[in-house]
């Protein structure tokens, strides 16, 4: 029972440590920042490129963003 019980945590770790491994670890990229990229890419690769993408409208502040 304790070799089974072994093996069962060893495997929930071996799978933690998979799951946790995925992603990549760097700030989120915003749609334009995303599209300036994808054209970037298609242009060294030699492919159609994507339309240019609009700029993105200035934020407003609003009062409860401090709070959030």
């Given at each position: ?10 495997t929930l770790l071996a ?8 992603g990549r670890k760097a700030g989120l990229d915003t ?38």
């Open positions: 029972m304790t070799g089974s019980r072994i093996l069962v945590t060893l799978a933690m440590a998979v799951v946790t491994a995925c749609p334009y920042e995303a599209a300036v990229q994808a054209r970037k890419d298609a242009e060294k690769a030699k492919q159609p490129v994507p339309p240019e993408p609009e700029k993105p409208v200035e934020d407003k502040k609003f009062i409860l963003d401090p709070l959030l």
